[in-house]
């Protein structure tokens, strides 16, 4: 795999991830609502670095797919704060892969800081949907015995799987 390779695997968890903070934000109110668009806005970011070191090497970055299916209805603040943390899972997953794919020194400093940063979100959305319950993982972006797993290492695996555009008439 291509340090390329890693970039629009990462790139494309990032859209994922995006889009997901904007399907979830709407059943949010207050300050879970602020915090969801902040991360969404992280996201946003983390993109975008991905695409510039994608670019950096002469490629262009993948678009986004132009829709995503969300996991499950998302239909009150339990199923938002269930598929934050599960965004957060996902990314954490992404950047586990990126940090084991390649020697590079820049994509290995992305993926560190995106890794802790999708790590302490995922903890936050779990604490607060269920305070008492485990909110760490042992290793961030890795289910829980019995979980289904956050993500596997390809393109918009974080918790959504791309949809594709409708057929032109």
């Known amino acids: 795999m291509t340090d390329v390779d890693v970039l629009q695997t990462l790139l494309a968890t990032e859209n994922a991830a995006a889009y997901g903070y904007g399907v979830l934000g709407g059943h949010l109110a207050g300050a879970e609502r602020t915090v969801a668009s902040q991360a969404g806005d992280a996201h946003l970011a983390r993109r975008d670095a991905a695409a510039r070191l994608v670019r950096d090497r002469g490629v262009s970055p993948t678009p986004a797919a132009p829709g995503y299916v969300v996991p499950g209805p998302i239909a009150d603040r339990a199923a938002a704060l269930t598929l934050a943390a599960r965004l957060e899972d996902g990314a954490a997953a ?3 892969y990126g940090l084991a794919a390649t ?3 820049d994509i290995r400093r992305l993926a560190v800081a995106a890794l802790q ?3 302490v979100r995922a903890v936050r959305w779990r604490l607060l949907l269920a305070p008492m319950a485990p ?3 042992p290793f961030p972006g890795e289910a829980f015995p019995g979980e289904p797993p956050a993500a ?4 918009a695996s974080a918790s959504l799987t791309s949809t594709p555009a409708p057929p032109r008439s």
């Open 94 to 96: 992404a950047y586990r």
């Open 103 to 105: 020697p590079n020194a």
């Open 117 to 119: 940063d999708a790590a």
């Open 135 to 137: 909110a760490t993982r």
């Open 152 to 155: 596997s290492p390809t393109p």
